[in-house]
């Protein structure tokens, strides 16, 4: 199946600072990338996504890159805020498994 | 619109055990997966359901079933409970079986002692 890392594993940034997450893959047939935000006790949330045919997209605050040749995507998160603490999981979906699968997460902590 | 609904909330069981978790996908999606989240992972992807019939299917053992209703709604079955069951149970629906968006539900805390 997909092999999937995330980096790093755990973050800590200072409020107003810049974060970012990188996410690789080891299918070359994935072709949707979604990042998802789970805070403590909470349901995994979808907060962005991005196609293979497509090599950024922005979202206010929220932006995702790829590099389909290199095999990775990263979530960047411009001036954080504390309400984005929160563990951050990337999830490629193989074509080959039909599946999404997910990372180990990163654990984002932002401080005021 | 209501979203993504699962119950129970927590479920205490004993060892030998059997478990039914139910999921209700979001209105207008037909499709549902489940995921196992144990303390400190990411989601691990148990089966996915459409049109009642299971479509994929992760690496787990058969000890796990589930069922899909004509409503679209879901049930996951566990016999056998070990402890290593422990863990979040989610399911997550979309509308079609592929690469679509996916909306999870609040999860069910399942403990096996």
């Known amino acids: 199946g997909e092999n999937v890392e995330q980096h790093p594993s755990t973050l800590s940034v200072q409020e107003g600072d810049s974060a970012v997450i990188k996410c690789t893959y080891s299918d070359s047939a994935s072709n949707y990338f979604p990042w998802y935000k789970q805070e403590l006790g909470k349901r995994p949330q979808l907060i962005i996504d991005i196609r293979s045919n497509v090599g950024e997209k922005k979202d206010q605050r929220i932006a995702v890159t790829l590099n389909k040749t290199a095999k990775h995507f990263s979530l960047h998160i411009t001036e954080t805020q504390p309400e984005d603490s929160a563990v951050y999981f990337c999830a490629p979906h193989s074509n080959t498994g039909n599946q999404f699968y997910f990372g180990t997460g990163t654990s984002l902590t932002v401080i005021p | 619109d209501a979203g993504v609904t699962q119950s129970p909330t927590h479920l205490i069981k004993t060892r030998g055990q059997q478990v039914t978790l139910r999921c209700s996908p979001k209105?207008?999606?037909?499709?549902v997966s489940w995921y196992q989240q144990a303390l400190g992972q990411g989601p691990q992807f148990i089966f996915q359901y459409y049109e009642e019939e299971e479509r994929q299917r992760g690496n787990f053992p058969d000890r796990f079933s589930g069922h899909q209703f004509p409503n679209y709604s879901s049930e996951l079955n566990v016999n056998a409970l070990l402890l290593g069951d422990s863990a979040l149970y989610l399911c997550?629906?979309?509308f079609g079986t592929g690469p679509y968006e996916q909306y999870f539900g609040p999860g069910t805390r399942l403990t096996v002692t």
């Open positions: 209105s207008g999606h037909d499709t």
């Open positions: 997550a629906s979309s």
